[in-house]
């Protein structure tokens, strides 16, 4: 005899629609009604569902007595791009690969100068060179925190001169990931019409090396029109 049977499984989206239907996601969940409700283990059933269904970012598994299992998903954003052996590797916000692509998606963020290892849709990204994916990461969410998008491409070949480019247009030079709070404030004080004196027009195209800092501190902008 089995108690605390399970006599229904619900699936809840509350932000919005995801790539995968109800019957998938609890076919994925890999439990039927008449099993024991405590017969898995909640986390381990989690990270199952988000690694068979990839377009899920986040999977909550509850129980509601006496007989319901409740899972709520969130759904997986595209944020970003890279390359690997197999192919482009579509990631996520939170850095779990989506898909495979022969060519690179149009209108995600581009990640150049480092490759995915072995990437797999369901697991999180691993790069070739470890520890180029945590500065990925500081960038990407503190561009977004300063205002900087769109951006369609980073380039980390080179830790010493890093840079990415805004808008389509304007290439930004960090140059190393020292000082990143103030050279990504700089840069956007110089590509927000009307912040300085000199800052730049809306249609302007070039690159803007912010990686330097003058005697008195302060950051010292080199702009070169048209040179991406």
Request: charged share 25%.
């Amino acid at each position: 005899m089995v108690l605390f049977k399970i006599s229904a499984i619900t699936v809840e989206t509350p932000e919005g629609e995801v790539a995968y239907d109800s019957s998938q996601i609890i076919a994925a969940f890999g439990h039927e009604a008449g099993e024991n409700l405590f017969g898995f283990n909640a986390r381990e059933a989690q990270q199952n569902l988000a690694s068979a269904l990839p377009y899920l970012e986040k999977v909550e598994i509850r129980r509601r007595m006496p007989d319901t299992v409740l899972i709520t998903v969130t759904p997986a954003v595209e944020a970003s791009v890279v390359e690997s052996a197999s192919g482009w590797a579509v990631l996520s916000q939170s850095y779990k690969v989506l898909r495979l692509e022969a060519e690179p998606p149009t209108g995600l963020v581009r990640v150049g100068g480092v490759q995915a290892d072995a990437p797999s849709p369901g697991q999180p990204v691993k790069l070739a060179e470890e520890d180029k994916l945590p500065l990925l990461q500081t960038l990407l969410e503190k561009t977004a925190a300063q205002g900087l998008s769109p951006i369609n491409e980073i380039d980390l070949s080179n830790t010493l001169e890093l840079s990415f480019l805004y808008q389509g247009r304007i290439r930004i030079v960090l140059g190393t990931a020292n000082d990143m709070d103030y050279k990504l404030k700089w840069a956007w004080r110089m590509v927000t019409p009307g912040e300085t004196s000199d800052s730049l027009g809306e249609e302007a195209r070039g690159t803007l090396d912010v990686s330097a800092r003058g005697e008195d501190g302060l950051g010292r902008a080199r702009w070169r029109a048209g040179i991406l």
